[in-house]
């Protein structure tokens, strides 16, 4: 009887295990860049999509990718991404927390601890993470490319409980896309 529980106690962990690796659908959120940060209405509305933004909640954490859109208006012959402000209310993040995936390399990531320092004016409601792009042209991040990264140990909901909001512009946002 003792050694039928044991394997039974065995077989239990093993399915579990399986199912965790199975695991349940990821959860994903998309941002479209598609309103200027600009407090003048440089066009009519709707706005054309310049960019996407994926979030993915994976076993490691949230996988995050930028695509830009190649057909987008809004780039001109030599435009690229200089950086993008994504508004973050998880944990406290450092160098060992961010994990490149594909696609164009960033420069440096960045947690800011400072609500004040989000990009154009925005104020964050707690943190916010910045993604900076090489400008050398081997190094930029095109309309043709997209790159792809995960915030480790991140959960999905530290990015969609909160957002960076200012006075005079379009607010709330989750994210910035700066080219």
């Known amino acids: 009887m003792r050694r039928l529980r044991r394997t039974a106690v065995r077989l239990a962990t093993v399915v579990t ?18 309103l200027p940060a600009t407090p003048l209405q440089t066009q009519d509305p709707p706005y054309p999509s310049v960019a996407t933004l994926m979030l993915v909640q994976t076993a490691n954490g949230v996988q995050i990718t930028l695509d830009p859109n190649e057909a987008s208006p809004g780039f001109g012959a030599n435009s690229f991404v200089q ?21 164009v390399m960033p420069d440096s990531f960045s947690f800011e601890d400072n609500p004040n320092t989000f990009a154009v004016g925005y104020q964050a409601e707690q943190f916010h993470i910045v993604v900076d792009f090489g400008a050398a042209p081997g190094d930029r991040l095109t309309p043709t490319g997209s790159t792809t990264f995960t915030v480790l140990g991140a959960m999905l909901s530290d990015f969609t409980g909160t957002s960076a909001s200012a006075n005079n512009l379009p607010s709330p946002i989750y994210s910035l896309i700066s080219g």
Do not use: K
């Open 17 to 34: 295990a399986a199912l965790l690796l199975i695991g349940s659908p990821a959860l994903a959120l998309t941002i479209e860049y598609n």
């Open 83 to 103: 950086s993008i402000d994504i508004a973050y209310a998880g944990d406290p993040l450092d160098d060992m927390d961010f994990l490149y995936v594909s696609g």
